[in-house]
């Protein structure tokens, strides 16, 4: 069923811009990617974490743990691209 006149709750996200074999970069929100390899299984996330006006942008890695609630960080990039290795 489609909806010719539903209006759009939330902007839709931005791609994380990056490119790394193996994994998948999926939008949450703005500023949130969810890091997924390509059989499907959820590794973590990459969060825009300063993109203040003088500053640049920072990016925190944070891997999925065992029990698929908790994260843990694994630390602060300054590109996305530096982060999403993390994941490799």
């Given amino acids: 069923m489609a909806y010719e006149h539903s209006t759009l709750i939330r902007p839709p996200s931005t791609p994380l811009g990056v490119a790394v074999r193996g994994l998948e970069f999926v939008p949450v929100r703005g500023g949130l990617w969810r890091v997924s390899s390509a059989q499907g299984t959820i590794l973590g996330q990459i969060e825009l974490s300063a993109a203040d006006a003088g500053r640049a942008s920072r ?17 602060d990039f300054g590109s996305a691209a530096a982060a999403a290795e993390c994941f490799r």
């Fill in 59 to 75: 990016f925190t890695a944070r891997v999925l743990l065992s029990d698929g609630v908790r994260h843990s960080t694994l630390g």
